[in-house]
Nanobody
Framework: VQLVESGGGLVQAGGSLRLSCAAS????????MAWYRQGPGKQRELVAN??????????NYADSVKGRFTISRDNAKNTMYLQMNMLKPEDTAVYYC?????????WGQGTQVTVSS
């Protein structure tokens, strides 16, 4: 199983970015999918997770990103997304895609998001 993130970059505060996570197999098989991030000198934290299989209605967010970030998935493209709006300098981090399948968690390599003030 491979997860490949893309879409990171440098953006000014208040700007937007959309991250993508492309999977090497059908994302319908995953028990869960999520975005995590790790800022400089910080522990990795959960940003958002989304329902498994065909359940695309369930989504959960960290309090710090509620109302600004939206997680979604396109089963046909085997891709999960994270739309990030109204970005703040404190959102600066490496963002990781994660998913679980057959009792094993898989991680992408991460994509850097840097928000300048």
């Amino acid at each position: 199983v491979q997860l490949v993130e893309s879409g990171g970059g440098l953006v000014q505060a208040g700007g937007s970015l959309r991250l993508s996570c492309a999977a090497s197999l059908s994302i319908r098989v995953f028990d869960w999918m999520a975005w995590y991030r790790q800022g400089p000198g910080k522990q990795r934290e959960l940003v958002a997770n989304i329902g498994s299989g065909g359940n695309t209605n369930y989504a959960n967010y960290a309090d710090s990103v509620k109302g600004r970030f939206t997680i979604s998935r396109d089963n046909a493209k085997n891709t999960m997304y994270l739309q990030m709006n109204m970005l703040k300098p404190e959102d600066t981090a490496v963002y990781y895609c994660a998913a679980a399948y057959a009792l094993t968690a898989y991680w992408g390599q991460g994509t850097q998001v840097t928000v300048s003030s």
